[in-house]
């Protein structure tokens, strides 16, 4: 009996918690978005993007990605699926200044390089 009260008490606590770290879309708060930079936002998930040298040839891109609020860490050349799409961590340190760094899609092709389409 005893064990059967534990196990109840430790599935309402898990399903609990499962429950809460669900983003309520309707209320969802967001990351704070640098000066002159911009969010991508898909299923509770943020990128956020802080840009080097904007609008230039060599602009690049600095992204943190955030579940919620909760920053995601990341090691160089890690790789996530979120609802955003398939994410690289591409490290602290760029060898150009176009270089991304921090998170930012996994697909070069896919990162937005041109400064003036931001909103």
Not at 3 to 18: D, H, P, R
Not at 77 to 85: F, R, V
Not at 112 to 118: D, I, P, Q, R, V
């Amino acid at each position: 009996m005893r064990k059967a009260v534990v196990l109840f008490v430790v599935s309402v606590f898990v399903a609990g918690f499962l429950v809460s770290c669900e983003p309520d879309t309707d209320k969802e708060k967001k990351p704070p978005v640098p000066e002159g930079g911009k969010i991508i936002s898909k299923g509770g998930w943020h990128l956020v993007i802080a840009y080097r040298a904007k609008g230039t040839k060599s602009e690049g891109q600095e992204g943190k990605l955030y579940r919620g609020l909760i920053p995601i860490p990341g090691a160089e050349g890690q790789e996530l699926d979120t609802p955003l799409g398939k994410m690289k961590y591409y490290g602290d340190k760029y060898v150009h200044l176009w270089d991304p760094t921090g998170w930012n899609y996994a697909d070069k092709a896919q990162i937005e390089k041109n400064a003036s389409k931001h909103h």
